[in-house]
């Protein structure tokens, strides 16, 4: 693949080979076309801030060997049950008064049985009505359930692919890729922003990297929300231990999802805590135009909000109203 045939766009359609070339391109080349994308569809210096909630943690039945809450792993994560209400709506009303405008339910679930999306349809509304913007990640969806959250006024529904297909299976073993697509299809066709991304660092080859945002990129249309995770390692899960993935191989991924997806918001996601003001700065440089903001993700540590506040004064950067 030569630099001539990757100036062919816009495309639509990427091939795996063609994502690869975008990954092995002279950093500096990759950047200025990342840059370059995320100037013709952004404002370079604005950041979207999406505040993340665990509203029911761990003693989940799933396998995915990077979660510190899957019953099967001793991780010493406390199992928590949902959430009572009042609890998840002061936790938002928090989250506003930092300067999120969207807030983020996660459940460690398979996926909510129609029982559990009752309460959860609750605290949507709830935190809907305090004008922020509502994303929940819930696991698996069955028909119907999609339909349920979009009339409580969901706006983003969050379930990653994770990884390219032919590494998955590596990773996790209770369900199947095509399970992923399906709830995505749910999720799209209940007229829910789709917010999908995935993790690296797992062990994964660049063209499992270069898969992953593949499948995403070919998601027609593609995610509107697309967040990078960069793996947390929390001891007693299987991925303890991996080889860390190089930083400046992170900012690429970050950089080829740009201009993959020039339109969808791109999240530098977990893993902030571990990676130092600089890489994060070359990952917003890198077209990353959305983070997770508050201490704490699903279980594992995030940078305090004044951290993050003070990271994006000191780079002339602003939180997207
Ligand atoms: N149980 C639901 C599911 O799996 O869809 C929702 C919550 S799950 C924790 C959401 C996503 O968090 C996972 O798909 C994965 O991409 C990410 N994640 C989980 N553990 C992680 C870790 N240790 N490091 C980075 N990302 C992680
Ligand atoms: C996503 O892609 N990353 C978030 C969110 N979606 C739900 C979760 C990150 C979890 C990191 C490990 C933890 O804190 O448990
Ligand atoms: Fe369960 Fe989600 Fe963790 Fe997998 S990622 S073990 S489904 S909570």
């Known amino acids: 693949m030569n630099e001539a045939m990757l100036q062919m766009k816009p495309q639509t359609e ?7 070339a975008l990954f092995a391109l002279p950093f ?12 013709n569809h952004f404002d370079p210096n604005a950041v979207q ?3 993340l909630l665990s509203i029911k943690t761990g003693g989940c039945s799933e396998d995915c ?35 999120a405008s969207r807030f983020c339910m996660g459940a460690a679930w398979r996926g909510p049985k129609d029982r559990d999306l009752e309460p959860v349809v609750e605290m949507v509304k709830a935190v809907k009505a305090l004008g922020m913007e509502t994303c929940v990640t819930l696991g698996m969806l069955r028909d119907g359930q999609a339909e349920k959250l979009k009339t409580a006024g969901l706006d983003y529904y969050n379930h990653n692919l994770d990884t390219a297909p032919e590494f998955y299976g590596e990773i996790i073993s209770t369900r199947e890729y095509q399970d992923r697509l399906d709830t995505l299809g749910r999720v799209r ?20 990297r270069a898969g992953l945002i593949a499948q995403l990129a070919n998601l027609d249309p593609p995610p509107e929300s697309v967040p990078i995770n960069m793996l947390v390692q929390v001891e007693g899960t299987p991925l303890y231990g991996a080889e860390a993935l190089d930083p400046i191989e992170f900012v690429r991924t970050i950089a080829v999802a740009r201009i993959t997806m020039p339109q969808s918001f791109v999240r530098l996601s977990a893993g902030r805590q571990e990676m130092g003001e600089a890489i994060q700065a070359l990952c917003l440089l890198a077209g990353a135009n959305s983070i997770f903001y508050g201490e704490k993700l699903l279980t594992t540590g995030n940078p305090e909000a004044e951290r993050d506040r003070a990271l994006l004064d000191k780079l002339g950067m602003h939180p997207l109203v």
Do not use: F
């Open 14 to 20: 990427w091939s795996v080979a063609q994502v690869e």
């Open 65 to 99: 060997g990077y979660c510190p809450q899957a019953a099967r792993y001793s991780t010493g994560v406390e199992n928590q049950d949902l959430l009572p209400l009042s609890e998840v709506i002061a936790a938002a009303q928090a989250a506003k008064a930092n300067g």
């Open 28 to 39: 500096s080349d990759l950047m200025y076309r990342a840059q370059t994308t995320h100037r």
């Open 189 to 208: 066709n209940a007229g829910i922003n789709v917010c999908c991304g995935g993790i690296v660092g797992l062990g994964e080859s660049r063209a499992s």
């Open 49 to 51: 801030l999406s505040t």
